[in-house]
């Protein structure tokens, strides 16, 4: 299907484990972003990538790791994750010029107990 | 940090028209201004952008200043479905590497009846 699509929707892990939230885009956005979105706030970005290979932290990127090794894919992964890193998160594509719309997946709910 | 400014929360009546404004003084000549909306805890959603006219779709219409310092959606005829959080970013023309998309904490619209 076409489109942005987050795996898993809803995941629920214990504190110290490793997490892979998942993100796959069929436009071959050379831009893609992972936010995360706490309850009542707005959205902080963790990581982007201006194409493969191309990664870059945001705002708030301790914790996470990233990779981007094909266009469509751009996992983020949760190292040892902690109950502050209960979130919803989002993962967001963009061409890189032109009047084009930032467009956001479903979001994936992770809760860490 | 976002490059924006917008009041943390409003309130309009059902039927009336709800003007959402946002700052973004230190825009450049070659950024757009979007605007998104957040319903509930779904995935962001594109509304209008513009660069330097005003715009207007089946949505919403979007007021830039002369100077480009400031914007305001207008939502012609709120319904209760308009509750949303809604977010004003200013974006690139053409995306580089470095360019972040960061969104500030937005304007939270509840429509009455």
């Known amino acids: 299907d076409a489109g942005i699509t987050q795996s898993p929707r809803y995941k629920i892990t214990e504190t110290g484990r490793q997490v892979t939230l998942m993100c796959h885009q069929t436009?071959?956005?050379?831009?893609m972003f992972w936010y995360r979105q706490d309850l009542g706030h707005g959205l902080r970005l963790i990581y982007y990538?201006?194409?493969?290979?191309?990664?870059d932290k945001g705002e708030v990127p301790d914790g996470y790791v990233v990779s981007r090794s094909k266009t469509e894919n751009f996992p983020l992964t949760l190292e040892s994750a902690t109950r502050s890193q209960t979130s919803v998160y989002f993962c967001?594509?963009?061409?890189?010029?032109?009047?084009?719309?930032?467009?956001f997946g479903a979001g994936s709910r992770l809760t860490v107990l | 940090d976002a490059k924006t400014t917008q009041p943390p929360s409003m309130d309009c009546a059902e039927g009336r028209a709800a003007n959402l404004p946002c700052n973004h003084s230190?825009?450049?000549?070659?950024?757009?201004v979007y605007w998104y909306r957040q319903i509930h805890s779904q995935g962001p959603q594109y509304i209008i952008h513009?660069?330097?006219n005003n715009e207007t779709n089946e949505m919403a219409s979007l007021i830039i200043t002369e100077d480009r310092k400031s914007s305001t959606l207008i939502l012609p005829h709120a319904t209760l479905r308009d509750t949303a959080v809604y977010y004003c970013?200013?974006?690139?023309?053409?995306?580089?590497?470095?360019?972040?998309?960061?969104f500030g904490a937005g304007t939270i619209l509840r429509v009455k009846s």
């Open positions: 970013i200013v974006r690139p023309i053409y995306m580089e590497y470095g360019n972040k998309l960061v």
């Open positions: 967001a594509s963009i061409r890189g010029s032109g009047a084009n719309v930032l467009t």
């Open positions: 990538s201006a194409a493969a290979d191309i990664t």
């Open positions: 513009g660069l330097k």
């Open positions: 436009w071959s956005h050379s831009y």
């Open positions: 230190t825009i450049s000549g070659n950024e757009y």
